[in-house]
């Protein structure tokens, strides 16, 4: 028992990128969707509704806006989960795809940041999944951000390695060269399988920016493997690409809401951006936070709304 515990808190910062990887798979890998048969049971397993979905208002609403095709924002919670503990959100990303304009934005959320949490007063993000699970992960984002959360991924790490391997590896331009967990990354592009992607993500303390710097390395491995998926057109991998799907990630999103995304957005695949948060690290009360501005805060939800109401 005590060496399993062991292996999984070594494990534990990982748990995110996993299954975000696979989420983005499933809505835009374009040859897994020939496989309906198999898949309805890989999404019913993963489907995972918010309270608020049962609300008929909220259905309509939801309804309205994948047959408008307008722009959808998903969240995408990293969960860094304990033995014995609830966890907190280690990381957590914005997408906001928007079919109209063929766009998406990606927004990394600093988990250190300092905000407000609904009943909870003011604290770090990545608390806020502590406190209240996805629910009040994306009530904290939609109060501080001022914008709407369709739909969330709720991800861990543990088929990160078998996900990206299953792709055959995938591309990425490193700025920085350094060493992590026994992989060389020089500068230039670099190809990564599973393993290496790992070390590549993880980063941190050897990076000029911290984890502004790692954030960046997050987004781009998320790209490429975006970019990888849609290109995807192995039949021999489609079970395995289901079995790790259905063991690592949770979401509200069911099968409807799947085949829309693949029908009316995977074009936004061709049209990223990321949105970076700008602010300075401050310890109050002992304890350090990212500090954000009001007017970071107001820049960044400017440039989303703007986003989602482009046509």
């Known amino acids: ?24 798979l499933l809505a835009f890998g374009g040859a897994i969707f020939y496989f309906w048969n198999q898949i309805g049971d890989t999404v019913e397993t993963m489907h995972n509704p918010l309270s608020r979905d049962n609300d008929p208002e909220r259905q309509r609403e939801l309804e309205a806006i994948f047959k408008g095709k ?32 063929n766009a998406m934005k990606m927004l990394s959320i600093p988990r250190d940041t300092y905000v407000t949490i609904p009943g909870r007063g003011q604290d770090k993000i990545n608390h806020a999944y502590a406190f209240g699970d996805v629910e009040l992960s994306i009530q904290t984002v939609e109060d501080n951000f001022d914008i709407p959360v369709h739909y969330y991924g709720r991800v861990n790490m543990e088929g990160f390695k078998q996900g990206i391997d299953a792709l055959g590896g995938v591309t990425v331009v490193n700025n920085t060269a350094f060493s992590q967990g026994g992989s060389d990354f020089p500068k230039g592009e670099i190809s990564l399988n599973g393993e290496q992607a790992l070390n590549y993500i993880r980063m941190r303390k050897n990076d000029p920016k911290g984890d502004l710097g790692r954030n960046e390395r997050q987004r781009e491995v998320i790209t490429a493997a975006i970019k990888k998926g849609a290109r995807f057109s192995s039949i021999t991998k489609v079970g395995d690409i289901l079995n790790i799907l259905g063991d690592n990630v949770k979401t509200n999103l069911d099968m409807d809401n799947m085949q829309t995304l693949f029908s009316d957005y995977r074009e936004t695949r061709k049209n990223i951006s990321t949105i970076e948060i700008s602010g300075s690290g401050q310890t109050i009360g002992g304890i350090w936070y990212y500090v954000v501005p009001n007017s970071e805060f107001n820049r960044v939800t400017t440039e989303i709304k703007q986003h989602m109401n482009a046509k």
């Open 70 to 101: 307008k722009a959808v924002n998903i969240l995408l919670l990293g969960v860094d989960e304990r033995s014995g503990d609830k966890g907190r959100s280690d990381t957590m990303i914005l997408l906001s795809l928007n079919p109209k304009t």
């Open 1 to 24: 028992m005590d060496s399993r515990i062991g292996r999984k808190k070594k494990r534990k910062w990982f748990y995110w990128f996993g299954g975000i990887i696979l989420v983005l």
